[in-house]
């Protein structure tokens, strides 16, 4: 039996077949997957892992792509449905010389409109990078993203062309042209309104941003209050059938007031010219008191004191008073105050004469002698020249004679003429 050429070529690749899969078998593999592809990224000696999270991978299969800057550094490793069961998780080795910050973003892309899907990992799109990426680090889903894809375009396109009302675009232009052919006028105006408008809105827009954060704040409060205000509106209920009760005594008020308004409104139409004659009366009072100033607020502060002045409130302390007291003692003063003797007509030696023999009387038991000028009880008119006075067991006879007595300090020199002699017997 003859072989052909095609049969031995047949037989040739099946036992290549089976000696890549006994290789294969025996270097650890468990599937074909595990190959890596000719012309793939070098992981080098030490690559490292990392993980990101995806909400949707399309068709993205392990084995493909990493790239950074469109330069393949790493490898899809697995592709697996998250614990959340609604994202999912990309499992990447990167080369262990490729430099990346730990806050890198993943981005599903794709080599063409219609070539494979690769992941790409780059630096973040805002901020500045920050440290670097580790092995087992996890990207998460707040820094991946997934483009538009072809699939979605020409989907979206389908419906838009089979259900989404294109044909009515004639339609809708046409009733468009028959609403403005004519009214050019009031639409250029209202589009001036409208461009003042808008202008208006963005000159206020901080005072808008103001207003909606004023806003902001008091939604937070009423929230924050919401148990207080639910107690507000269950105790509201009392209240409001304390009011249903008054209803009547409320309108009856309400009426009293209405009486009151009218009769009040006649009062001052029939006495309207009476009140603005008396306004007029006391316009110049008025003006007066404004005139005073200060001087009315200060006389009021004595005003409860009369006749003390104000500061004698300071006397009393408490439980007890202070008082400050002035005396002034003259010798002219006593005198006419308690002697009743006017010094500047009376001679002082006579006075001081008689105080000594009104010390002596009273010491002998003798009857008191008159003070010139002083009368009383106990007290007689000073006799005159020449008399005898008679006192108990004992007579004193006085004699008219003639001499000069000058007084000094303050009275004044007192000239007469007369002896006093003494005589008497008794006990």
């Not at 028959?178 to 461009?195: C, F, P, T, V, W």
């Not at 009062?267 to 005139?291: E, H, K, S, Y």
């Not at 302390?317 to 105050?337: F, H, R, T």
Request: with cysteine; aromatic share 2%.
């Amino acid at each position: 039996m003859t072989t052909t050429p095609r049969i031995r070529r047949a037989w040739r690749l099946a036992v290549v077949a089976v000696v890549a899969a006994v290789g294969l078998s025996g270097c650890g593999l468990q599937s074909i997957q595990e190959v890596p592809l000719p012309g793939g990224a070098s992981l080098g000696d030490h690559p490292y892992t990392v993980t990101a999270l995806l909400s949707n991978v399309v068709d993205l299969v392990p084995n493909a792509s990493v790239r950074t800057n469109d330069v393949p550094v790493g490898v899809v490793r697995e592709v697996r449905l998250a614990p959340d069961g609604w994202t999912a998780e990309v499992t990447m080795a990167v080369n262990g010389d490729t430099m990346l910050p730990a806050n890198a973003i993943a981005r599903l892309r794709q080599t063409s409109l219609l070539g494979e899907k690769f992941v790409e990992l780059a630096n973040p799109a805002i901020g500045a990078p920050q440290g670097r990426l580790q092995d087992g680090a996890v990207i998460p889903l707040d820094r991946t993203d997934v483009g538009a894809q072809v699939e979605e375009v020409l989907g979206a396109l389908s419906l838009l062309l089979n259900g989404g009302g294109v044909e009515k675009i004639q339609t809708i232009s046409r009733e468009l042209n028959a609403a403005l052919s004519g009214n050019e006028g009031q639409i250029r105006a209202l589009l001036d309104n409208l461009n003042v408008f808008v202008g208006t809105l963005d000159q206020q827009r901080a005072d808008i941003v103001r207003a909606l954060d004023s806003v902001d704040r008091l939604s937070r409060t009423l929230v924050d209050q919401r148990a207080k205000i639910a107690n507000v509106i269950d105790n509201l209920q009392p209240g409001l059938d304390v009011l249903n009760q008054q209803r009547g005594l409320l309108v009856g008020t309400l009426q009293a007031l209405q009486r009151l308004s009218v009769v009040g409104t006649d009062v001052i139409n029939r006495a309207g010219q009476n009140t603005i004659a008396d306004l007029t009366a006391l316009q110049p009072i008025l003006g007066n008191l404004v005139a005073s100033g200060d001087a009315l607020p200060g006389s009021l502060q004595i005003l409860l004191t009369i006749p003390f002045a104000d500061n004698a409130l300071n006397v009393i302390k408490g439980d007890y008073a202070n008082i400050d007291v002035s005396l002034e003692i003259s010798l002219q003063g006593l005198l006419q105050n308690l002697l009743g003797v006017n010094p500047s007509a009376t001679n002082l030696n006579q006075i001081f004469a008689l105080l000594q023999n009104q010390q002596v009387a009273r010491a002998t038991g003798n009857p008191l002698i008159a003070l010139p000028g002083v009368t009383g009880a106990g007290n007689t008119a000073a006799p005159p020249a020449g008399t005898t006075t008679t006192g108990g067991t004992g007579t004193t006879t006085t004699t008219g004679g003639t001499g000069t007595t000058t007084t000094g300090g303050t009275g004044p020199a007192t000239t007469g003429t007369g002896t006093t002699g003494t005589q008497g017997g008794g006990n």
